[in-house]
């Protein structure tokens, strides 16, 4: 494998994924047929004749990118968290203050290796599906071992755990990406063990490691899901992350987008009640219904004070 300059290519390059350098952002196939741009906290607005050149002599089914708000696109948001230097108890919610300090009394915050996660993180993340009521390749024991080996090998990938009693019930991946950011993009749990509050301990932990240690610009928690991800959300914003409006762009070939066309909003419903684990019905009933809301409009923000 040839390394880049960028940890979040070199661990899906790794992992075996297709990876594209395009309209000055690089892609991977998040799922088959499907690009989206990597690092995810990063808008971008790539040329898009050479991302429809792309999808045309690539096959591709779809791309997706994070843009700006004044671009093209339907409406998303990023969580980010950019307290560099100073993230401490006061940039958290009250409430969550209380969970927090709850959080790291009942753990111990440790940093692990992929070995280890390779062996003691597969019953985490078959318990986080079962609990958000989906499928998900990380239940697979052959692609979580070849996940954990993957991320073992590249600089700038580490993992994180809390641990009760000496047992794993909560751990977290975070990969470096461009300009000093760290993306967090695994982060599974233990479903017995949530109300003694490790993911507070952890993010909390984690987060002044990066953003007050080692003095890092930002870290993402995560672009904005295809679907409904609400609880999610204000867990984060009151751990201090700010939940920021976006735009995200879909493209579709030709041959798709036609087929698309024809499906109606309670056609996919129907589908996803019939089908509601499977990830690729889930996400593909998504998209459809993301892409018929783009617009070039920029939203009216509600303003939460």
């Known amino acids: 494998m040839t390394q880049n300059v960028n940890p979040m290519v070199n661990l899906f390059s790794a992992l075996g994924h297709r990876i594209y350098n395009c309209g000055g952002a690089f892609w991977y196939d998040v799922q088959p047929g499907v690009l989206l741009t990597i690092p995810y906290y990063k808008t971008v607005r790539p040329d898009e004749n050479k991302v429809r050149e792309l999808v045309k002599k690539e096959g591709l089914k779809a791309v997706r990118y994070p843009t700006p708000l004044d671009s093209f696109g339907f409406v998303s948001n990023i969580t980010i968290n950019t307290n560099t230097g100073c993230y401490n108890m006061s940039c958290l919610h009250q409430k969550a203050r209380n969970q927090t300090r709850r959080g790291l009394e009942n753990c111990t915050i440790e940093r692990i290796d992929f070995d280890y996660l390779a062996e003691h993180g597969l019953e985490l993340n078959i318990s986080t599906a079962q609990r958000q009521g989906r499928e998900s390749y990380y239940c697979d024991k052959d692609y979580w071992t070849k996940y954990c080996n993957a991320a073992q090998k590249v600089e700038g990938v580490d993992g994180w755990g809390a641990f009760i009693d000496g047992r794993l019930v909560c751990f977290l991946v975070a990969v470096e990406a461009e300009d000093k950011w760290s993306e967090w ?31 890092f610009k930002g870290i993402c928690y995560g672009l904005g899901s295809l679907e409904e991800t609400q609880p999610l959300d204000h867990f984060k914003s009151r751990m201090g992350w700010r939940v920021e409006p976006i735009k995200q762009r879909l493209i579709f070939s030709d041959k798709i987008k036609f087929a698309f066309a024809l499906a109606n909003e309670p056609c996919l419903k129907l589908i996803n009640k019939m089908f509601p684990k499977n990830y690729f019905i889930r996400k593909t009933s998504a998209m459809i219904r993301l892409y018929k809301q783009q617009t070039d409009a920029v939203p009216t923000l509600k303003n939460d004070d």
């Open 185 to 215: 993009i695994v982060n599974h749990t233990l479903t017995e063990y949530r109300n003694k509050y490790p993911n507070n301990a952890l993010a909390f932990t984690a987060g002044q490691y990066y953003l007050n240690e080692n003095k």
